[in-house]
């Protein structure tokens, strides 16, 4: 599992004064669900193209399927699949014909093209629509086109810049289990940019977090909130039946618990601040001493707040620069 | 395209996808059915004077029927190749004003360069293609003229003659190829495809008709009066003229075109008495007349081959951006 596909060290990325990507270091596993976050002008999409070649580092260097992208970005780019934020079509031609001729550039032999672009339009759930011209296309659609034309080529890497910018909820979702789903079936290492939290909450296995041009933390959803927010990570609210007199005469013994760090009751709720989750323990505890509980109520950090804990770090400085240098 | 010997390669596919879009396209259509039009229009003068200008025993070339089948005019309008002169450079510019531009307009440059090929072979397939559709077009035309002359004519065709046209062809393709690869650095160098055509056109519209008038008014303005000069000095003041307009590619195109069609043409600067003395009126072998025109081919394929560098330069390591 311990094998990273994706190797950058120290890629740097300046234009002009300003420096879009800053001494970048990720590795990224084989077959997992990396999701690369930030705020728009961030320097995603920068490292993504260094990632594949198409603009050359300042500095560092960015390893792909063990091919150093600058240097050797053909080998890179027959195993790995890239969606463009914007990705375009051949206006003129029908699906079938945009994805064919892809198929055809990959070298995919044509005896084999017609069965297997059949199989990924049928994977993407466009066979219906496969001899409509992509200008008919709708955004959602041509996001689901543009995935097929990844996976026609057999990928080992799928690179995916904002693939759910400007689709609508429901398209969003099944975009993102289709990844998903195609990600665990085929082992495929997937590496997803965007500045939508919920949507790489859905599906990442682990997430960095980017501003300006820096990865300021990385590691799974739990791991990042408990770096964030350390002792603070769990809050567990529990509702009884029968109001709860202040001062609340079980409060000093909860207070020992090692876990908890602060206690608020509010007439018959109570919330509890913790490292670690205690939920269980505590409902026995309160169950044990005869209280009724009513509801019980766990409450994790999700990404939003993660990432509005980065943010305020951040805002003071300004955001001139957001996509200017595009 | 069965066989799997015959895997034609990422290149081979752009060629072919490439030439499918020009062929489908309309703007293409247009200028051949403008370029077919004035091929008409010039053939059916060029019959109807043919007689006279076979009947022209005054004329050394009055004997290559065909030729004169290219070049006979009643001045109603101008023979084929002066047309083409003008016309060549909107075709070339037509087929690669957008090349680079609107593939990275619409977002479909990021997707092709994110496929396993080299940046060179999308500005080649560009090139070769539009160049592939050209020479069709231009070879069938010329084929078209000798079939229809034999037809109607029954005169045999001289192995020269058939030499000529060909070369005529070929200048046709190489000055059109110019024209292409200029228009596809504009495409390049610009971000919108209306900027880039219309550069090009400036620049075709500049050469065609200012350059001339502007080498006229900065050579008047320091030339002494011819009556004051002796023969030498004027001969040396004629050749400046004739080579500053040669910088003009619609320049070195007729002549070299004016050359191979007319085998009378011997020289294409002045030439004094003592040079004309003892020569003969007669038309050039075809050797001679390729050696006269040499310096303006490689001219054209020196700048067609220079535009196509600076193409390669600006584009090969540019960040492609959607």
């Known amino acids: ?326 | 395209m069965k066989s799997q010997s015959l895997d034609p390669g990422p290149f081979g596919v752009m060629i072919h996808k490439e030439i499918a879009d020009h062929i489908r396209s309309w703007r293409f259509s247009i200028l051949i059915a403008l370029i077919v039009l004035t091929f008409i229009a010039a053939m059916y003068v060029s019959l109807a004077n043919i007689k006279s200008a076979i009947g022209n025993t005054k004329d050394p070339d009055h004997l290559f029927l065909y030729l004169k089948l290219l070049t006979t005019t009643d001045n109603s309008i101008p023979p084929f190749h002066v047309f083409l002169s003008f016309l060549a450079p909107l075709l070339g510019i037509c087929l690669g004003f957008d090349a680079v531009n609107s593939e990275q307009n619409s977002g479909t440059l990021t997707r092709l360069m994110a496929q396993p090929i080299y940046r060179d072979n999308l500005l080649l397939a560009k090139f070769v293609s539009a160049l592939v559709i050209v020479s069709g077009l231009f070879v069938a035309l010329a084929l078209l003229m000798i079939g229809g002359g034999l037809v109607l004519t029954g005169v045999r065709m001289e192995p020269q003659e058939l030499l000529r046209i060909l070369g005529f062809i070929v200048i046709t393709i190489v000055y059109v190829a110019f024209w292409l690869s200029l228009s596809i650095v504009l495409s390049i160098l610009f971000k919108q495809a209306a900027t880039s055509a219309l550069t090009a056109i400036g620049i075709w519209l500049f050469f065609t008709i200012f350059y001339q008038i502007v080498i006229n008014l900065i050579v008047k303005s320091f030339l002494p009066d011819p009556a004051y000069l002796s023969q030498a000095e004027i001969i040396s003041y004629n050749d400046l003229i004739l080579n500053l307009q040669r910088i003009a590619p619609n320049q070195l195109y007729s002549d070299a075109v004016t050359t191979l069609l007319m085998p009378s043409v011997r020289s294409l600067g002045p030439v004094t008495m003592e040079q004309m003395a003892g020569a003969i009126p007669a038309p050039l072998p075809f050797k001679e007349s390729v050696m006269i025109v040499w310096p303006q081919v490689s001219g054209l394929m020196a700048s067609t081959a220079g535009c196509f560098a600076f193409a390669y330069y600006f584009f090969m390591r540019r960040e492609i951006r959607s």
Not at chain 1, 96 to 101: D, F, H, K, R, T
Not at chain 1, 105 to 117: A, F, H, I
Not at chain 1, 206 to 212: A, C, D, E, L, W
Not at chain 1, 283 to 298: A, E, P, S, T
């Open chain 1, 1 to 326: 599992m311990k094998d990273p596909i994706i190797q950058l060290k120290g890629l740097t990325k300046q234009y002009g004064a300003v420096k879009a990507v800053d001494g970048l270091n990720l590795d990224i596993n084989k077959g997992e669900i990396f999701g690369l976050l930030g705020p728009n002008g961030a320097g995603k999409t920068t490292t993504i193209l260094m990632m594949l070649g198409l603009t050359d580092p300042t500095s560092g260097t960015a390893f792909v399927c063990g091919h150093n992208a600058t240097s050797n970005p053909i080998s890179v780019k027959k195993k790995v699949g890239y969606m463009p934020d914007s990705v375009g079509f051949y206006d003129n031609m029908t699906a079938l014909e945009n994805l064919v001729y892809i198929g055809r550039l990959n070298g995919v032999p044509e005896n084999e093209l017609k069965k297997r672009s059949a199989e990924v339009l049928e994977i993407v759930g466009l066979a219906a629509d496969q001899h409509k011209k992509t200008s008919a296309f709708s955004r959602g659609m041509k996001q689901r086109l543009g995935l097929a034309d990844v996976l026609i080529k057999n990928p080992e890497v799928i690179i995916l810049d904002e693939p759910t910018l400007g689709i609508d909820p429901t398209g969003v979702r099944d975009f993102l289990a289709l990844i998903k789903q195609l990600s665990r079936q085929q082992g495929l290492t997937v590496l997803l940019s965007s500045h939508h939290l919920h949507h790489v909450q859905q599906v990442c296995d682990r997430v960095g977090i980017f501003v300006k041009g820096q990865l300021l933390a990385q590691g799974d959803i739990g791991a990042l909130s408990g770096q964030l927010f350390g002792a603070d990570s769990h809050v567990t609210s529990i509702r009884v039946a029968q109001p709860v007199s202040q001062p609340w005469q079980q409060e000093p013994e909860l207070q020992a618990w090692e876990a908890i760090t602060q206690i608020r009751i509010h007439e018959n709720e109570l919330e509890f601040t913790s490292s670690r989750d205690v939920t269980a323990a505590l409902v026995r505890f309160l169950v044990g001493k005869g209280y009724d509980v009513i509801g019980v109520n766990q409450k994790n950090y999700g990404l939003d707040d993660i990432y509005q804990k980065y943010f305020e770090s951040n805002s003071t400085k300004n955001t001139s620069y957001e996509k200017s240098i595009s």
